[in-house]
């Protein structure tokens, strides 16, 4: 069966998708045909939306939300932003087989194929993978492109866990193979309010990171830290240091309740790039990740 494309011609408020997100947990609410978490697997659906420009007044925003430098070129976890409510309007699709409140996101993986300036008009394309084994439930990947014309350049794969019904056997760790963390380099104070100011910036407005009641409700003690926030976070500390393509890989680990105070360290290697990592103050792990310089990149992909 070939994949079914889908244009939209406005980017959907994330109010209304977050509405639609936590109508399964309405009594009865998830038997109505709009509600997602209905289907059987992943649909083969892509979504695409055309001429997305940068808004003038939401880059500022986000930029001081998130520590970057205001540029003429945009962070590589902004895109990510753009392409968001393409995530939610598809995951909130009756056909998509996962409510989305309960979805956890444990990974991503941004590939930054070359700057892209602010004044370019970005094509968008979003999709997602078939349903995998994981050893706590079950996980999909979310894949993301933003292409300048016929050029690729930029790619995103968030991948989100559902809990329950494991079916792959998880290897136990090996404390001597285990890598130390970086160094530290900074300690971040990280107030109540700050998940808030991010869901303002970027359009994420879960309410496990509002409000510490809303959080309540879906199991966590307080407020969390968004994970792309974190993220975004940790490149605007290495902004400086960050080449003009690359990739860069985390895996995000325990949530950060807050307020709260974390460290963060980095260090590089010729071959392995530079490793970073976020940690609480008693050590415990929140995000890993790398980021490497892309080099020869493969051939751009050309618009179907």
């Known amino acids: 069966m070939a994949t079914e494309i889908r244009d939209l011609t406005g980017a959907p408020g994330s109010l209304g998708l977050y509405a639609r997100a936590a109508a399964p947990m309405v009594p009865g609410a998830s038997l109505l ?5 209905r289907g059987s697997e992943i649909p083969d659906l892509e979504l695409r939306m055309q001429g997305v420009r940068v808004d003038s007044e939401d880059l500022p925003r986000y ?10 070129t945009l962070p590589s976890t902004y895109i990510h932003v753009l392409a968001f409510p393409l995530h939610m309007a598809l995951m909130t699709d009756a056909s998509f087989p996962f409510p989305v409140v309960g979805l956890v996101h444990v990974e991503n993986r941004i590939v930054q194929r ?23 439930g079950r996980q999909f990947t979310i894949v993301s492109e933003a292409y300048v014309g016929d050029e690729l350049v930029w790619e995103d794969f968030s991948t989100n866990l559902r809990f329950g019904g494991g079916s792959a056997t ?4 090996d404390p001597k193979r285990r890598k130390a963390a970086p160094p530290v380099h900074a300690t971040w104070k990280l107030d109540g309010g700050l998940g808030r100011r991010y869901g303002a910036a970027s359009g994420d407005r879960n309410p496990i990171h509002m409000h510490d009641l809303s959080a309540k409700l879906f199991g966590f003690p307080r407020a969390i830290a ?23 890989e985390v895996a995000f680990k325990k949530p950060i309740l807050l307020p709260a105070t974390v460290t963060f360290g ?3 290697a010729a071959k392995d790039g530079t490793r970073f990592s976020v940690r609480s103050e008693e050590d415990a792990p929140h995000l890993d990740g790398t980021v490497r310089p892309l080099g020869n990149s493969p051939g751009q992909r050309k618009k179907s």
């Not at 045909?33 to 978490?37: A, K």
């Not at 930029?63 to 205001?70: E, S, Y």
């Not at 998880?170 to 760790?173: F, I, L, R």
Request: charged letters at 25%.
């Open 170 to 173: 998880e290897q136990p760790k």
């Open 266 to 268: 980095s260090e590089s």
């Open 63 to 72: 930029t001081r939300a998130c520590g970057f430098r205001l540029a003429d």
């Open 33 to 37: 045909p709009f509600v997602g978490g």
């Open 226 to 248: 968004h994970g792309m926030w974190t993220k975004a976070h940790c490149l605007a500390a290495l902004e400086g240091r960050l080449p003009s393509a690359y990739e860069v």
């Open 114 to 136: 070359r700057p892209v300036h602010v004044d370019e008009a970005l094509s968008l394309r979003v999709r997602a993978t078939p349903v995998e084994p994981h050893p706590k």
